[in-house]
T-cell receptor, first 110, second 113 residues
Framework: GENVEQHPSTLSVQEGDSAVIKCTYS??????FPWYKQELGKRPQLIID?????GEKKDQRIAVTLNKTAKHFSLHITETQPEDSAVYFC?????????FGTGTRLQVFP | DVKVTQSSRYLVKRTGEKVFLECVQD?????MFWYRQDPGLGLRLIYF???????EKGDIPEGYSVSREKKERFSLILESASTNQTSMYLC????????????FGSGTRLTVV
């Protein structure tokens, strides 16, 4: 069945460093790749997304890259801050339904 | 401005009880979803619906059913709750017509004892 793998499961960085989270997907029909951030005790919130006709998208300190040939996409956070600490989920979707990765717990230490 | 509302934040039920989890959205979204979230397993799709009275099984539908009698409301039903259904349940909705980001509810943490 459709599957999304996400790595690493935990990531610890020093404030100011960069963080990278990687995902691979199995369904070649997927054409939409969102990323969600879930702070402790809160709902997942969409932070950035990319569609299959685009290779890279940036929004201030966060960026996402997509390699459709290899079926993988990545989230890049630069100049990390303590408030970036959260669980991040990648997802891949085709016609409306999203399949989620297992999540990455990012901890940013001051 | 809460847009997806789940009726209960915390719920404790006994084994064998019938449990209803309610979700209401006010964005006129066609699509609604129920996921469960467990540590290390991410978000797993239980059921989803593209329209009123329509339902589709997700990846883990066993032990669950759903109801969508009105566009804005999507209910998850545990016919006979079991301890392995203790989890965080998240409802989400989205517009149809080509993959848009979900809006999630705040979640219901269900404990079955």
């Amino acid at each position: 069945g459709e599957n999304v793998e996400q790595h690493p499961s935990t990531l610890s960085v020093q404030e100011g460093d960069s963080a990278v989270i990687k995902c691979t997907y199995s369904d070649s029909a997927s054409n939409y790749f969102p990323w969600y951030k879930q702070e402790l005790g809160k709902r997942p919130q969409l932070i950035i997304d990319i569609r299959s006709n685009v290779g890279e998208k940036k929004d201030q300190r966060i960026a996402v890259t997509l390699n459709k040939t290899a079926k993988h996409f990545s989230l890049h956070i630069t100049e990390t801050q303590p408030e970036d600490s959260a669980v991040y989920f990648c997802a891949a979707g085709g016609t409306d339904k999203l399949i989620f990765g297992t999540g990455t717990r990012l901890q940013v230490f001051p | 401005d809460v847009k997806v509302t789940q009726s209960s934040r915390y719920l404790v039920k006994r084994t064998g009880e019938k449990v209803f989890l309610e979700c209401v959205q006010d964005m006129d979204h066609e699509n609604m979803f129920w996921y469960r979230q467990d540590p290390g397993l991410g978000l797993r799709l239980i059921y989803f619906s593209y329209d009123v009275k329509m339902k589709e099984k997700g990846d883990i539908p066993e032990g669950y059913s759903v109801s969508r009698e009105k566009k804005e409301r999507f209910s998850l039903i545990l016919e006979s709750a079991s301890t392995n259904q203790t989890s965080m349940y998240l409802c989400a909705s989205s517009s149809s017509g080509g993959t848009y980001g979900y809006t999630f509810g705040s979640g219901t943490r269900l404990t079955v004892v």
